[in-house]
Each structure stands twice: as structure tokens, then as C-alpha cells.
């Protein structure tokens, strides 16, 4: 973990790196080239886009190509518990050593990068190593001057859920910016499948699309289906239960639902998917902590979930899974700064007894304690703050039986983790 924290540190205090969001295609264009273009080695390049949902469909159609015995490497961003995981090999991670000796060559370039651009180049560089028979490159945000929007003819383009959580980045700060600015630079003669979005989004979306050459599939090609209290995916053609175990909200399964879309379009057979459904988890995402040292400090009858939830819709989605769970919940609330703290706490209302606000640690981009507890208690929430999650959980934790939930940021769910 302290190599990891050390690469940040490496990156962070670089003289040619810089941690602030500056978008542009011109510096990685510019580095690729001197790199010999290692980015047209990569064959069957997927580029997911969106706001919400992305690492959830991302990891689903991941899984479902690994499954049926087909090489894939992906760029993940971020990284919840070490920068390792941004860098997914074919069954395997980058190693600490590997990724310093790609910055290292990066370095020789000479080129002025972002943090995100120098990242992304690592990924490139490594993968193009790889005769992978698919490469899923994740936005960071916003897609038009996103560095990961360098291939020419990616075969795929996905788009999750857009929504408002990358305001902060434009000018105007708009839906209809957001939209324009994700969708408005789609490939032409590509596959284009639009994932699950609000009657405004879609209408818009198609609008912007009317002219793109490429097929576009749209969310009313499939939809997800709920009998009794079973879900299914559905489309023309096929029926598949979700069987999953550890994928919780309906958001969550919509967005499994795109990626088994996709999945079956890919030729993938549906006996496959049905067998790898059980074995999807997503990190920081709906995660129950159910071994490990914070699990053994609570009482007997507290369960603990973490949920990476920071944008408003995913609130939503947060609030529609907990109305279900009967018991008394708690939650642990943290946020980084550029979101939406005053909207976002307002989809939780009456959702919990108690909500205790806290920094993240190591994160010079948290909003403070105070100002959380200020917003919470503004909204009416009963509410306590605390300087740390140890402190937080002192606060919330006793012999009553409830569910503790730690939201709002998936900085401070990786330092849960690590901390479990």
C-alpha cells in the first residue's frame, strides 16, 4: 500500500506532471507519436463514457469476455485501495515496478502531462504489449478532450448514465453541456449502445446522434424485469435470470443488464453469462464488509456497507436499495470537493437515524467535517461530526442492531478498505 501511496506522492510532486484536470488531446497525441503509436496495437478498443456506472458495466462485460476464454485488458479509473488497479492485464495487474519503469520512459519524452494523461499513457504503452482480444478504456470524465479518446476506430462505444456530476469542468455547467460534450463526439462507424438514462437525457442523446453514422442500440433494445422478487435481463431473442449474490441496487443491475447486452452481441453464449453472474462483486460499490478487522470491532448485530455514491442520481439509487432494509441505519458520510453535498444528502432524507460527517483522509481535496455537518444539518438530518472514520464509527456503533453505511466518496471507501 505505501508503494502505492509513493507513486501518487512520485506524481503528484513531479515537475512535468501536473495533478490539475487540464483537458486536451494535443500533449498525449504528441507523446503517443513520439512513442512510436503504440495506441493502433491495440485491437477491439471498447471506450465506456458516462457519469455513473461506468466501472459496474465495465467489470460485468469484463468478466463475461474473461469467461468465455478471451484475453481483455482495461484502464480503470480511479483506483479504490492502490494504483495497481487502474492497469488490468489479462488476469493480471501491473506490478509497482512495472508501472515506475513505464513513467520512467514516459519521463524521457519530455512532454509536459497532466497526472490523468501520464496515467493513461502507462496503461497504452503495457497493453499494447498484450495480444488482447479486447481493450476496455474507461473515461475519466467527460469525452470529448478525455485522453483515453485517441483510437480511431474504437469497435465500441458504451455510454452509462449521464447525469450532472461533472459540472465543475465546464463553462456553461449544464445537462445539455454534459450530454453534448460525451455524445456529441461518438465515433462514426462504430457500435454505439446507450445505457439507461431519463426521458430528457435519451431525448437529447438522440437528437445529438441523428447524424452519426455509426449502429446505435439504444436501452429500449433490452430491459430489466422483475418477477416476484426475482430480476431477469430481457431482450427480443433471450431471457437470463440474475442470479447475482453480491449486486444489490437496481441501478447496479441495469447497468449488468447493458453489459450482457453487449456481451451477447459479441457472440458471448448465454449459458456463460448465467454462469459468471454469481461471481460479480464490485469494489467500493454496494460492498458489505462482511470479514476483516473493522468488521470485528463492531457489535455483534451491526452490519457495515461502503458505496462510493457521489453523484445525485446515485444517491437515488442508494436511498431506493436502503428503503428496503428494515432495520435502524446509520450512516458515515464524505465527499470530495467540485460535488453536489447540499443535493446529493437531499435524496437520503429519511433514510437514516443518524449521519456522522467526516474528512477522508490523505485527500487534500475533501470537503471538512464541519462543512458536511453544516449541510446535513440544514437538510434536517440528525447529525454529529467526527475528524476521522474511527471516531465516526465510535459514535454510531453499539449493541442495537442497524446497518452502518459509508458513503458519498470512493476515495474514502478505498481507505476503508485498506484499513479492514
Known sequence: ?????????????????????????????????????????????????????????????????????????????????????????????????EIKKTIKKIEKLNIPLTVFECLTLVYIINASKINADYNIQETGALWRLDSNNINDFPIIQICTNINKQHLNFLKKKTLDEVIKEDVGHLSNFTNIYIGKQSLHVLKRIKKILKKNRSKIIYPNSWKLIKKKHQYYYQDKKTKIKLNTKNVYSKGMLENVCLAIKIALDLNIKKKIIQTTLPKLSFVGRFQYLNKGKIKNKLCRNETILIDGAHATTDAKNLASYLKNIKIPKYGIWAMTKNKEPDLFIKQLKGIFKKVVTMPIENEFNSVSAHKLYKIATKNKFKSEKSNSFSEALKKISSSEKKLIVCFGSLYNCGNILNKN
Open 1 to 97: 500500500m505505501s508503494q502505492s501511496i509513493n507513486l501518487y506522492n512520485q506524481l503528484a510532486n513531479h515537475k512535468l506532471f501536473n495533478k490539475s484536470v487540464n483537458f486536451g488531446l494535443k500533449r498525449i497525441k504528441l507523446a503517443l507519436s513520439l512513442l512510436g503509436h503504440p495506441e493502433k496495437k491495440l485491437k477491439n478498443v471498447i471506450s465506456v463514457i458516462g457519469e455513473s456506472g461506468k466501472f459496474t458495466t465495465l467489470f460485468s462485460l469484463k468478466s463475461f469476455i474473461e469467461a468465455n476464454n478471451q484475453k481483455v485488458t482495461a484502464h480503470i479509473s480511479p483506483s479504490i485501495q492502490d494504483i495497481k488497479e487502474r492497469f488490468y492485464m489479462s488476469k493480471k495487474y501491473l506490478t509497482h515496478n
